[in-house]
């Protein structure tokens, strides 16, 4: 056990590796020189040394101690990523986003996949009916609409026609509040997508030879779905769930910038419309690291759970 | 009797093909046809709007820049849409996105079949090294999440110029998305391809002493074709999604109009009760979205009935 996990460890490595010289190549490779977008127009040639020597673009780019592909993986591993265009630290302002996010995506994730695992099983003890049919197609024409309508529409009819929910994030709010109307537009968008995928998961289970020997023995349908179906599906279904917890970190770039929430989707916002590569870069770092980290928990846990999974 | 003879007198039903018989099955689907057709529709709108645009003809969608009446005038009879705040119509530049969306979702599903399908028929031909590189790349890919990585790739190719060409508008959208979006393919046709080598015409290709590249491009990368297909005709709806919202970032076309530009400006709209223009750049995206999907899993069904919807 020991030694898989070790090796396990191991194997994370060389993704790590790999995504620092993604990164490498392309801020610094591709990206460039952007000193002279960052001192703005009619900058001097000084200010634009003095931010070139900040950021550290006037060292050479390989082959030296002190070059820019070695301070890259250096600040990468110490998540020291200096400071943004506005002279904050990036590390500061992750972790100041990190909490608004999980407080819209966590309530958002969860009631997706609440809502859809128990329709799931009504609609597969209602299989191959044209309720079942019904159920599919509202579930794809759901996955049709854009997420930015299904946003921009809640957000006019609930908040700004009907008043239910406040329009926008405001600092006096509480959390509950502002959070609310995006949770529930978010969860109306992933409905679909979800609900079909756990469908199939049931209906792949209600095929095996445990659910005949089940009906046979002469138990109800829902005793089948709930006490036999529902245990064996619960391994796709945390597979899903805890994969895409890494994820719930990152918040929701269209959702917090609709409502105005502060948290990290805001942030990579911020950071796109004006061009700051280091904070970009910061963000994708730190969140395949928590991908290769939850990974690797799955993994283990796997071989905890399951004695089927060898450790080879 | 000899052997030759007894093979001669022997009559062979003609075998159907893979294609054949998925076709057939396609064609019982009303539903999935209909919905095949959509997609045809958007696809020769996009063509036709190309075709105005090189001859110059001065029809409605090339002429989307002309003012056509008042700022946000309501749909009426005139114009069929409404117009937006410069008086443009609505309707012109709905038809005139569906060029940039599909554009956008075919230059990126080359770009990422063209990385995938050989690095992944390379990968599962070869194994060893070879395969551990290309399984590292995409597994290094993969670790980041795909909004990011798009978001990542458009903001750093826009407006950059390499190998002296400069890359502009859509032209960093379907690059972002198409160089970041072969992983899947790549992993389904390796996996299908360390099944398929050792199957019997493999051998016999081997055998005939066949060259690696021949019975990769010419025997195997055929044979697992229909899953290139069925995986792009489901990945399109994504790509135009992803178009949608990197133009809504301003990542995208800035001078043309677009569905995700359209839904951009409908933010401010929504507000004073303009609702047109998000309605129309949605039904025109819902439309095809929802054909492709309906479409893509009749496909699949009729191409290859072991894979299930996931």
């Known amino acids: 056990m020991t030694s898989y996990i070790i090796r396990r460890l191991l194997y994370t490595i060389p993704i790590v590796f790999g995504v620092l010289l993604l990164t490498f190549v392309l801020f610094t490779l591709v990206g460039g020189d952007i000193s002279i977008e960052i001192a703005g127009k009619g900058a001097t040639q000084e200010t634009i040394e003095e931010i070139r020597e900040e950021y550290g673009l006037n060292k050479p780019l390989f082959l030296a101690w002190d070059s820019q592909f070695i301070n890259h993986f250096k600040s990468a591993l110490t998540f020291d990523f200096g400071r943004a265009r506005d002279r904050e630290p990036i590390i500061g302002k992750i972790k100041r986003g990190v909490g608004p996010s999980l407080a819209l995506t966590v309530p958002m994730f969860f009631g997706i996949v609440i809502i859809s695992v128990s329709l799931a099983l009504v609609v597969a003890s209602v299989r191959g009916s044209i309720w079942d049919i019904l159920a599919v197609f509202i579930c794809v024409a759901g996955m049709s609409i854009p997420y930015l309508s299904f946003i921009l529409f809640g957000q006019y009819f609930l908040a700004y026609k009907w008043g239910l929910f406040p329009v926008f994030f405001s600092p006096d709010l509480t959390m509950a509040q502002y959070v609310a109307l995006p949770v529930l537009i978010g969860i109306a968008a992933g409905l679909g997508g979800n609900l079909r995928f756990y469908r199939t998961v049931m209906l792949d289970e209600m095929r095996s030879d445990y659910v005949r020997t089940a009906f046979a023995k002469g138990l109800d349908t829902k005793r089948v779905l709930f006490k036999h179906v529902l245990k064996n599906a619960m391994v796709p279904i945390i597979t899903r769930v805890v994969l895409a917890i890494p994820f719930l970190f990152l918040g929701s770039l269209l959702l917090e910038r609709f409502f105005g929430i502060p948290g990290l989707g805001y942030l990579m916002i911020e950071a796109i419309s004006s061009r700051d590569y280091f904070v970009i870069n910061a963000m994708t770092y730190i969140s395949a690291i928590l991908f290769v980290v939850f990974n690797l928990i799955t993994d283990i846990c796997y071989s905890l759970v399951d004695p089927r999974i060898s450790l080879e | ?310």
């Not at chain 2, 958007?42 to 105005?52: H, M």
């Not at chain 2, 099944?195 to 290709?205: F, N, P």
């Open chain 2, 1 to 310: 009797m000899s052997d030759s003879e007894n093979i001669t007198r022997t009559h062979l039903p003609k075998g159907r093909s893979l294609w054949r018989d998925g076709l057939r099955r396609l064609r019982k689907r009303k539903f999935a046809m209909v919905c095949f057709v959509v997609v045809l529709i958007y696809f020769s709108l996009a063509a036709f709007i190309y075709l105005a645009e090189f001859f110059d003809w001065r029809i409605g969608p090339t002429l989307w820049a002309e003012q056509v009446g008042p700022s946000y005038a309501p749909p009426s009879s005139v114009n069929y849409l409404g117009t937006d705040i410069f008086g443009q119509s609505v309707c012109r530049k709905t038809l005139y996105g569906t060029k940039i969306s599909i554009t956008v979702a075919l230059c990126a599903s080359f770009i990422s079949i063209a990385i995938g399908v050989p690095l992944g028929a390379i990968a599962g031909y070869f194994r060893g090294v070879v395969d551990e590189i290309i399984v590292w790349i995409y597994s290094t890919l993969s670790s980041i999440p795909y909004i990011l990585l798009i978001l990542a790739f458009a903001v750093v190719l826009r407006d950059k110029t390499i190998f002296g060409y400069k890359i502009t508008g859509i032209t960093a959208v379907y690059l972002a998305i198409g160089l970041t979006s072969w992983v899947g393919i790549c992993r389904l046709i390796r996996g299908e391809v360390i099944k398929h080598k050792g199957r019997e015409y493999i051998l016999a290709a081997i055998s005939y002493g066949c060259s690696e590249r021949r019975i990769i491009f010419k025997h195997l990368i055929p044979n697992v074709f229909h899953l290139i297909i069925i995986d792009f005709s489901l990945r399109f709806v994504a790509f135009i999604h992803a178009e949608v919202i990197l133009s809504f970032l301003g990542l995208g076309e800035a001078d043309r109009p677009s569905w995700g530009a359209m839904i951009n400006d409908a933010r401010i709209e929504l507000s004073r009760g303009v609702w047109w223009q998000m309605a129309a750049a949605t039904a025109a995206i819902f439309f095809i979205s929802l054909a492709l999907n309906i479409f893509g899993d009749a496909l699949r069904d009729s191409l290859d009935p072991k894979l299930r919807i996931q």
